[in-house]
């Protein structure tokens, strides 16, 4: 059964939640708690530890975001969802590192349902205990430095360009990802799923964009100071550009919809964020996985299954499937080195990430194309034509 804590300030919240949920007991296991504190106490004092905590912003004395902070730092296992009024949009933000998922108050059950049941599906995912700590302890997607400072310029300018905006975030890895993270959060109400920056941009807006950048400190940069040998930022952004560009290709090719030419697209940007998310938060167990790939001539998921005990594929959709993003876009992320694992065939935004990666040449030697895969899609007639026009 999932444990589940309830906190917030205000009785009548509690009470109607409780009324809510009445449905759910047989499932979840359900504690209330009116305050930051009285939460951190019966997390200590519980007999099995919470799944999830479910937190207002706005509270006295301690506050969600201070409360968000101090369990990730003492129970890191859990996964931390806030659900808060729409004018509490600033200390929102300012969480937006240390939470997994938002719904606005007040809540539809059916969405907290859902949502619940989703973040706790996907950690149950990661079977192995130690793994999920592991994971817990490697949320930091840092950005590219330079697209950042760029950014910053760009909203500290008199009127900056929304265009420009748009073009900087989508260049960047980490960016994207928390853009999407937010803009696809219950806490906007937005209904439709938003997959392209350019769309996430214009549904925030330039304030919202401009205080979570510059108020909130959403993006943070790549810290350099421990370098990693054979591995480059660089590298790796012009890598995740170009599978980008070139997934948008195969499926535009396929003349699929716009929806699914947009997740080709975002899928391929991000599709290697588990390696910027082992460079930023294990930059020497990384560096030691790179170099048993040059002694021991394996490939680069069998060396990082070896030093890390998960490869950057499963730690990259865990990390995109806890924040929200669409499934599309986790799927893909989750197989691009093994499509012959998921359970849906047929051209998707993975045979597209798949097949843009594999043409790319990895330098880490895993950038083959899995044909049989592609023929049980149906679509080995069709991979010539989609070589012949992306670009290497
Ligand atoms: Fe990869
Ligand atoms: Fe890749």
């Known amino acids: 059964m999932k444990r589940i804590l309830f906190v917030d300030d205000e009785p009548n919240v509690l009470q109607g939640l409780k009324r809510m949920l009445r449905s759910m007991r047989k499932e979840w296991d359900m504690s209330y708690a009116g305050g930051g504190e009285e939460a951190l106490r019966l997390m200590e004092e519980a007999e099995a530890p919470y799944d999830v905590i479910v937190s207002d912003m706005r509270m006295p004395g301690m506050d969600g975001a201070q409360l968000l902070t101090e369990v990730t730092r003492r129970f890191p296992n859990t996964v931390r969802i806030v659900l808060s009024g729409q004018s509490e949009k600033e200390a929102v933000f300012k969480a937006i ?27 149950d995912l990661l079977s192995d205990e130690a793994l999920k700590s592991l994971s817990s302890r490697m949320e930091q997607m ?18 900056p360009s929304m265009q420009l905006i748009s073009r900087l975030i989508a260049k960047d890895v980490a ?20 997959t392209t920056v350019d769309m996430a941009v214009n549904y925030l807006g330039l304030e919202n964009v ?8 959403v993006f943070s940069q790549f810290n350099t100071d421990i370098p990693i040998r054979g591995f480059s930022l660089e590298a790796l952004w012009s890598h995740s550009g170009k599978v980008g560009r070139n997934a948008q290709t195969i499926v535009k090719l396929e003349d699929k919809t716009k929806e699914e030419v947009d997740d080709a697209m975002t899928a391929g940007l991000l599709h290697d964020c588990g390696k910027i998310i082992f460079a930023a938060n294990l930059p020497e167990k990384y560096s030691e ?9 394996i490939s680069l998921i069998e060396a990082e299954e070896k030093i890390i005990g ?16 669409p499934d599309a ?34 330098m880490d030697g895993a950038g ?25």
């Open 97 to 123: 590192g240390k939470t997994h998922q938002y719904l606005s108050k007040p809540c539809n059950p059916e969405i907290l349902k859902q949502t619940v049941a989703r973040a706790c599906n996907l950690r």
């Open 142 to 159: 840092p950005s590219m430095p330079k697209i950042y400072l760029e950014l910053i310029e760009e909203l500290k300018e008199e009127s």
């Open 175 to 194: 960016m994207t990802a928390k853009i999407l993270q937010l803009v696809n959060s219950a806490f906007f109400g937005i209904r439709r799923r938003i």
């Open 210 to 217: 401009s205080s979570l950048v510059l108020a909130a400190n």
């Open 289 to 297: 996985v790179l170099r048993l790939l040059e002694s021991e001539k």
């Open 310 to 325: 998960t490869n950057h594929s499963v730690i990259g959709a865990y990390l995109l499937g806890v924040w929200g993003l």
């Open 329 to 362: 876009i986790v799927e893909a992320v989750a197989f691009h080195h093994n499509p012959e694992f998921c359970p849906s065939v047929g051209c998707s935004a993975l045979t597209a990430v798949h097949v843009a990666n594999g043409a790319c040449h990895e």
């Open 368 to 392: 083959s194309i899995n044909m049989a895969y592609i023929e049980e899609c149906g679509l080995g007639e069709n991979v010539q034509r989609w070589l012949a026009s992306i670009s290497n």
